[in-house]
């Protein structure tokens, strides 16, 4: 019996768990790779577009770490941080590290101005939106709180725990146009952020920090994901997951990504990895990434040709290639609480967009967008940027002086050339090649979350 108890411990320290796992296949490791690859993405396109916003050079949504910053105008044609921007608010970014002590969050009364404040991890899970719809519109302080810290927080203080180190805050404030840039900018200057420590006391200026010149400040770091090699990726995957811990429902991913050495708070280095887990890993990257890119072929249409993206936005739960998808399309997108981004790829015969053509958008007058916010329409080039035009107008909406028909029915002009001097306040400039659309609905009403109203058919002008 003794002898018996020996060997079992004897097998118990040479064979981790019940047995020593077998040697991982080429294939085995290909599949794995595909699912690692599309778990992995929303956090390493976090991490480029985090070292690019946060390396402390002179540009909008620039800062360092744990301090804001704020886009002054609406983005343009030569803004390419972040793919398919919005030209309704003006943005105010914050990157942030929590992982040593709370950062207590400042925000400004807004006197009734839709705002928000999304704060989203480095999965890019939107895990908290403070703003109209949520806490109000008269501002306040909430102590945003790392996954680990244990403290006490001034009285009657709210606490936001963020369930990794570091993330990213990337708040909109309404904007009705350029005229109203100077008031949203008195409205920018009361955000503050303030660590814990230095709560209460006065606040010195922020010591400024010198810039990295390995960093590319040129390349949008959707792109650079792109380029990543395979070693390069899950290597750059495994360091930022130190800090950043999976989430609770996780389990089942981690489990497949051990076996090919893939390990949560660990290093790792591709070049070591057994042959046949380096190939498979080599060949799941590159098929991973047009995974992720060509998801969009499998969202289904609309029959009037819009893509519904559905509810899982900002919240994806385990749909990792859901979640890499926005962040490849989108990153930063709101819970469908706040906004809802219905995509136009193709007009209503499914043909796809292209500035070659000329296209309406007819709005009955009961099938206005149902928002009660705003609403707008928002072009962008094959890139996903916004593309250059005479008139600056990259988005339209109920903000703008519209010339509704006399039935009180809306019509949008997109096409490249102007539809004419009468039609001009109605149209939105596209590009001379392929294109998509966004439509944006903010706090959108009860038919629109449900699909009770959905987009109109975008109709090809013979």
């Not at 050079?57 to 301090?67: I, T």
């Not at 400039?429 to 038919?447: D, S």
């Amino acid at each position: 019996m003794k002898s018996l108890l020996a060997l079992m411990a004897m097998a118990t320290i040479l064979l981790p768990g019940a047995a020593r796992a077998a040697p991982v296949s080429e294939g085995e490791a290909y599949a794995v790779g595909l699912e690692a690859y599309a778990y992995a993405y929303p956090m390493v396109l976090m991490e480029v577009t985090r070292r690019v916003a946060t390396n402390a050079r002179e540009g909008r949504l620039r800062a360092p770490m744990n301090q804001f910053s704020h886009m002054r105008r609406y983005p343009d044609a030569t803004f390419r941080d972040v793919v398919r921007p919005n030209a309704d608010t003006l943005y105010s970014s914050l990157w942030y590290d929590v992982g040593n002590e709370p950062l207590i969050l400042t925000l400004p009364d807004t006197a009734g101005r839709y705002h928000v404040v999304p704060i989203m991890d480095m999965w890019t899970e939107v895990f908290a939106t403070l703003g109209t719809r949520t806490t109000g519109n008269d501002g306040g302080t909430v102590a945003l709180v790392g996954p680990r810290w244990q403290g006490t927080l001034p009285k009657g203080m709210r606490m936001v725990r963020s369930p990794t180190d570091m993330g990213w805050i990337i708040g909109r404030i309404q904007t009705n146009g350029a005229d109203d840039y100077d008031h949203v900018h008195t409205l920018q200057a009361r955000y503050a952020a303030t660590p814990l420590s230095a709560w209460g006391k006065p606040q010195a200026a922020a010591a400024p920090a010198k810039a990295d010149p390995s960093v590319d400040m040129t390349t949008p770091p959707v792109e650079q994901v792109a380029a990543l090699a395979p070693d390069a990726f899950f290597a750059l995957f495994a360091e930022t997951m130190k800090r950043n811990p999976p989430h609770a429902t996780d389990i089942a991913i981690l489990l497949r990504m051990e076996k090919v050495g893939l390990e949560a708070g660990r290093s790792f280095d591709l070049g070591k990895a057994e042959p046949a887990v380096q190939r498979g890993l080599a060949r799941a990257a590159a098929d991973g990434y047009r995974r992720i890119v060509e998801r969009r072929r499998s969202v289904p249409l609309s029959r009037d040709g819009w893509v519904a993206l559905g509810n899982a936005l900002g919240v994806y739960g385990n749909d990792y290639l859901q979640r890499a998808f926005i962040g490849y399309a989108g990153l930063g997108a709101l819970p469908p609480e706040e906004a809802i981004y219905p995509m136009a790829p193709v007009d209503g015969d499914g043909k796809p967009l292209n500035g070659a053509a000329r296209y309406v958008l007819h709005f009955d007058k009961e099938r206005i967008p149902p928002a009660d916010a705003f609403w707008s329409l928002t072009m962008y080039g094959a890139d996903q940027f916004f593309a250059a035009n005479p008139l600056g107008r990259f988005a339209i909406g109920d903000r703008d002086k519209l010339n509704f028909n006399a039935d009180g029915s809306l019509d949008l002009y997109i096409q490249t050339d102007s539809p004419g001097t009468d039609k001009e306040a109605n149209w939105l400039p596209a590009p001379a090649g392929p294109f998509t659309m966004n439509l944006r609905l903010y706090l959108p009403r009860r038919e629109a979350l449900e699909g009770r109203w959905t987009p109109p058919p975008v109709k090809r002008v013979p």
